[in-house]
């Protein structure tokens, strides 16, 4: 198992010094899934952090009708769980799936709090990704609330680079709340332009 990839990630914001790399070499399990393969499905309770080292997740809701309301997409050096689901300990209403043959690397949360209480670096590192995914968060809501489609289609570009030709057409538009039909159009708007 390579838990590089989540060393560097770490490193960026506090480097990790020998003893919280063993620590976190105890703790984390690495897991190899086909597209289409669950990280998490609707009723099942979130018990692991996941860290994406290679593949494409997108993280979902399904609604009475059973169409898709993609929340977020993860690919490499980005983290992806339900946290209100974890937190809580309550069955998530989401799914995680993978896009694309993935690798993950996972913490259960028992032991990331062994980890958080024992190391500050591991508690300083967290605080900064959740803030990192709350700002994310507020910013695609807010621009859902004040822009219109087109913007937000542009923005996705600008935000997505390195996924956004890996990502089909349909779940792009489930992203942005838009059909797949207005988002072609979009796109021929801007080609035009």
């Known amino acids: 198992m390579n838990i590089k990839p989540l060393i560097q990630y770490f490193n960026r914001y506090l480097p990790l010094n020998k003893a919280e790399i063993t620590a976190l070499e105890k703790v984390v399990t690495e897991k190899h899934l086909k597209r289409k393969q669950y990280i998490l499905q609707t009723n099942d309770i979130c018990n692991y952090y996941t860290f994406v080292v290679s593949g494409l997740f997108k993280m979902y809701s399904i609604d009475k009708n059973c169409a898709e309301h993609i929340i977020q997409f993860a690919c490499e050096n980005e ?99 838009i059909t797949p039909e207005f988002l072609s159009k979009i796109r021929g708007n801007i080609t035009r332009k």
């Open 79 to 177: 983290w992806v769980e339900d946290l209100n689901s974890l937190h809580k300990n309550k069955p998530s209403c989401l799914c995680i799936e993978a896009i694309e043959p993935s690798v993950v690397l996972q913490i259960k949360k028992a032991d990331l709090h062994t980890l958080l209480s024992t190391f500050i670096k591991f508690e300083r590192n967290f605080r900064v990704i959740h803030e990192e995914k709350f700002m994310e968060l507020e910013n695609r809501l807010l621009q859902n609330i004040s822009f219109g489609a087109e913007e937000n289609y542009i923005h996705f570009l600008d935000q997505f680079p390195q996924i956004s030709n890996r990502i089909p057409n349909t779940l792009i538009a489930s992203y942005l709340g």
